[in-house]
């Protein structure tokens, strides 16, 4: 469940039509195709391995299941996920 703070910096970025992510922090996502996944906002990996990655995501659990999965990039504020991407879950 949301806390009330994130309902209302996403009904704050509705209103003033900012994105989301920009505003309440939470992680943004993209993926190209299904060899890369780039992770904005992340709070840290926290288990990696080449068939499964778990990103924090803060509120959310970013689970990342594939095959030859690796870590090409990391920054403060985001992630770089090669390989053969399966599936991405959030929990």
């Known amino acids: 469940m949301k806390s009330r703070r994130v309902r209302?910096?996403?009904?704050?970025a509705e209103v003033f039509d900012l994105p989301a992510d920009a505003v309440a922090g939470v992680p943004r996502l993209e993926l190209v195709g299904d060899g890369e996944l780039r992770v904005e906002n992340h709070k840290g990996i926290l288990s990696y391995g080449r068939e499964e990655i778990h990103v924090s995501g803060g509120i959310f659990l970013i689970k990342?299941?594939?095959q030859e999965l690796e870590l090409r990039a990391m920054t403060g504020l985001e992630?770089?996920?090669?390989?053969k991407i399966s599936q991405i879950t959030l929990a």
Request: charged content about 15%; glycine content about 16%; aromatic content about 8%.
């Open 8 to 12: 209302f910096l996403e009904r704050t």
């Open 64 to 66: 990342i299941i594939g």
């Open 79 to 83: 992630l770089l996920i090669t390989g």
